[in-house]
């Protein structure tokens, strides 16, 4: 069955950064597009970057672009989302995303926290 794992998640002082993985397992990786998406406290679930499934393709919510990096390793399954210059309004629970056959399957999400 399909499975994602975050991990890589913590806390960190604004302006840090924190690099988080999610791996993929139970499908062909490297066929599919992989998004990062984040909830924070009393808000909607919001899109922070997708990938395409060779990589060559990545796009980024407007507040994200120029901190945020989505990257990809099929070798190894996994996508990562290298976050810099965090500030406190990043603080969320992040997911990874994969649409297969029109149907969303998500990870169990990681905590991230941005304080000083």
């Known amino acids: 069955q399909v499975q994602l794992v975050e991990s890589g998640g913590g806390l960190v002082q604004p302006g840090g950064s924190l690099r988080l993985s999610c791996a993929g397992s139970?499908?062909?990786?490297?066929?599919?597009?992989m998004r990062w998406y984040r909830q924070a406290p009393g808000k909607e679930r919001e899109l922070v970057a997708d990938?395409?499934?060779?990589?060559?393709?990545?796009n980024y919510a407007d507040s994200m672009k120029g901190r945020f990096t989505i990257s990809r390793d099929n070798d190894k399954d996994t996508v990562y989302l290298q976050m810099n210059r965090l500030k406190p309004e990043s603080t969320a629970v992040y997911y990874c995303?994969?649409?297969?056959?029109?149907?969303?399957?998500w990870g169990q999400g990681t905590q991230v926290a941005v304080s000083s």
């Open positions: 995303n994969a649409r297969i056959r029109y149907r969303d399957y």
């Open positions: 139970g499908f062909t990786f490297k066929n599919y597009a």
């Open positions: 990938i395409s499934g060779t990589g060559g393709i990545r």
